[in-house]
C-alpha cells in the first residue's frame, strides 16, 4: 500500500453567503496521479487555494508526509514541495525561460552578482530531466501554451516539487501536444512525484489518471480507483444525474434547406466544400486541429475570402464578404475562444447580451435603458443564466455561464443560422448539459445550427447529422446513429481518402 503523501481532512470554508466547502476530505497516495473533478462551484479551486496558501480553511487539518502543516502563504507551499500549474499560466512572457524557472532564486557568483552560465546550465538540466528541449535562452512569450506549460513544470522540479497541481491543463492544447503531457506525466510518475490533475475532459481521466475524488457543491461525494468506476457512473457522482441526460436529444424535424454551399474554396485554406443544412438540425463538424472546422466557419461568417463556388440562403446565392453581411443574412457565430473573441469581460452581463442589438434598442441616437433591462432579463431566465445581477461583470461569471451570455447576444438578432465553435469547451458537465438542451431547443424551434466540436462523445451524441474534415475538405458524412468513433476518426486523419487512392 503506497504511502499518503497528502491528507486534507475535515476542510470547511465560508465565504458571505455561500458555504464554498463542508467537511471535505482529499487523501493522495505518493507517486500517483490523483483527479480532482466535479462542476463549476463544486469546490475544487477553493480546495486547492486552501492547500496553495492562497486562501485560510475555515476550519479542519492538513498533513504532509505525515504530519500535520501550516500553509498560511505560498511560500509555505513551495517550502514544503507543493507547486501550482493554474490554467492561465504564472510565467513573465517578456523574460527567458532560464529566468522564469530561477525567477527569485538565481544562483549568484562571490559579489552577489548573477552567475547566467550557471543559471542556463541548471535550467536545461531541468527541462532535460523531463525530456523537453527548449533553449533556456528562448523568449518566453515566443513559446507555444504548450511549450510554457513545460517550463512551468519545470520551474516546479527546480524548486524540488513533491506534489505538482495541474489545473486544467490540456484546455489550449492540440490533440498531438496532450500525448506529450501525457507522456511527461507518466515520467514525472516513475520520478516519483505526485500530480493532482484538474480536467472537465472525461476521457483524459480516464486515460491518465489512477484515483479520482468528485466533489458536488462543496461536498466531498467519494473517492475512486480509476479501474473501480465507470465514466457514466462518474458522471453521476459529479452532477446527480446520468450520463443520457448529459448528451439529451431530442430527435430533430428537419425542414427546409436553409444554408448550401457549394463547390466552396477559400484564398486560404478551403477545398471543394459541399454541405446543406436544414432548419431543425443540428449538424456535426469533426475532425482534428487544422482540419478547416474553424476555417469553414469563419468562412460562411465573412471573416475569410471566398475563392470560388457559392453560398445559397433559403436556395438563392447570397454574397458573404463581410461578418455585416453574414448577420444580415441571418447568420450568428459563436467563435471557439469566448473570453478573448466573445465577451467583453470586463463590461456586465447586461452589455454584453445587448451589444449587438443597440441600434433596435435606441430612439432618435439615444438608448432605452428600459428596454436594455428588459432585452437583458428575458435572456437571463430564458437561458437561465446564474447571475446575481445584471450588473454583474461577464468576467466573474462561470465557464457554462460566460458561453451563455454569448450565445444570447445572437438570440437577440434572432438568427436563421448559429454557427457554434467548441460550445462547451472549459466547462463542466452540468453546464454542457444545458448548453445541449438550449441547442436542441432552438433546432426545435426551427433553427440551423452548425456545430464544430473536438470531442467524440459530443459530436456522436448531439448532431442530427455529421460532416467529418482533413486538410481543408470534406472526407465523410454520417446520420445520427450510423456512425461511431471509429469510423470518424478514421476521416479525421484522412483514412478514407488514403483507401481510395489505392483502391
Do not use: C
Not at 507547486?83 to 504564472?90: H, P, R, S, V
Not at 450520463?243 to 439529451?248: D, R, S, T
Not at 459541399?274 to 487544422?290: F, P
Not at 463542466?428 to 470531442?455: C, N, P, R, T, Y
Request: glycine share 8%.
Amino acid at each position: 500500500m503506497p504511502d499518503t503523501l497528502l491528507s486534507m481532512e475535515h476542510i470547511s470554508k465560508s465565504f458571505p453567503g455561500v458555504r464554498a466547502l463542508n467537511d471535505v476530505a482529499l487523501h493522495v497516495q505518493a507517486g500517483e496521479v490523483h483527479a480532482l473533478v466535479g462542476e463549476n462551484g463544486a469546490g475544487k479551486s477553493t480546495l486547492m487555494k486552501i492547500l496553495s496558501g492562497a486562501l485560510p480553511k475555515d476550519s479542519g487539518r492538513i498533513l504532509f508526509d505525515g504530519s500535520e502543516v501550516s500553509i498560511q502563504s505560498p511560500g509555505d507551499a513551495r517550502a514544503l514541495g507543493i507547486a501550482m500549474i493554474f490554467q492561465e499560466l504564472n510565467l513573465v512572457p517578456h523574460l527567458d525561460v532560464g529566468q522564469n524557472i530561477f525567477l527569485g532564486r538565481e544562483p549568484a557568483r562571490r559579489g552577489g552578482r548573477i552567475d547566467w552560465s550557471a543559471l542556463y546550465d541548471r535550467a536545461r538540466e531541468r527541462l532535460q530531466l523531463i525530456g523537453i528541449e527548449i533553449d533556456p535562452r528562448a523568449t518566453v512569450a515566443d513559446l507555444s501554451i504548450a511549450q510554457q506549460q513545460m517550463v512551468e513544470i519545470g520551474k516546479a522540479l527546480s524548486r524540488q516539487s513533491r506534489l505538482i497541481v495541474m489545473d486544467e491543463p490540456t484546455s489550449s492544447l492540440t490533440e498531438h501536444e496532450t500525448d506529450r503531457l501525457f507522456d511527461l506525466i507518466r515520467s514525472l510518475k516513475l520520478q516519483g512525484v505526485t500530480i493532482i490533475y484538474i480536467s472537465h475532459r472525461l476521457e483524459e481521466i480516464f486515460a491518465i489518471v489512477d484515483r479520482v475524488t468528485v466533489l458536488r457543491d462543496g461536498q466531498w461525494i467519494g473517492t475512486r480507483g480509476i479501474g473501480e468506476v465507470t465514466q457514466a457512473e462518474l458522471v453521476h457522482m459529479m452532477v446527480g444525474r446520468d450520463l443520457a441526460e448529459v448528451f439529451a436529444k431530442e430527435a430533430a424535424l428537419r425542414r427546409n434547406v436553409i444554408l448550401e454551399v457549394k463547390n466552396l474554396s477559400s484564398a486560404n485554406f478551403l477545398r471543394d466544400i459541399n454541405l446543406q443544412l436544414h432548419r431543425g438540425e443540428i449538424l456535426g463538424v469533426a475532425g482534428l486541429v487544422g482540419s478547416g472546422r474553424t476555417a469553414l466557419a469563419r468562412t460562411l461568417f465573412g471573416m475569410e475570402a471566398i475563392q470560388s463556388g457559392e453560398i445559397l440562403f433559403d436556395g438563392q446565392p447570397a454574397t458573404i464578404r463581410s461578418p455585416q453581411a453574414a448577420i444580415r443574412q441571418g447568420i450568428g457565430l459563436v467563435p471557439e475562444d469566448r473570453k478573448d473573441q466573445a465577451l467583453f469581460l470586463n463590461m456586465t452581463v447586461s452589455e454584453n447580451i445587448v451589444m449587438s442589438d443597440l441600434p433596435e434598442l435606441s430612439r432618435a441616437g439615444l438608448i432605452d435603458f428600459n428596454q436594455v433591462r428588459s432585452v437583458a432579463q428575458t435572456s437571463v431566465e430564458k437561458l437561465d443564466i446564474r447571475t446575481p445581477s445584471l450588473r454583474q461583470r461577464a468576467r466573474n461569471l462561470s465557464g457554462g455561464n460566460q458561453q451563455k451570455v454569448a450565445i444570447a447576444r445572437w438570440l437577440a438578432l434572432k438568427p436563421r443560422v448559429l454557427i457554434l465553435d467548441e460550445p462547451t469547451r472549459g466547462i463542466d458537465v452540468g453546464a454542457k448539459a444545458e448548453i445541449h438542451a438550449l441547442m436542441s431547443q432552438l433546432a426545435k424551434q426551427g433553427m440551423g445550427i452548425l456545430m464544430i466540436s473536438s470531442e467524440l462523445p459530443e459530436i456522436l451524441g448531439v448532431s442530427d447529422r455529421i460532416i467529418v474534415m482533413h486538410e481543408g475538405h470534406i472526407t465523410a458524412e454520417f446520420m445520427r446513429g450510423a456512425a461511431t468513433q471509429e469510423a470518424i476518426m478514421l476521416a479525421a486523419t484522412g483514412a478514407n481518402d488514403q483507401q481510395a487512392k489505392t483502391s
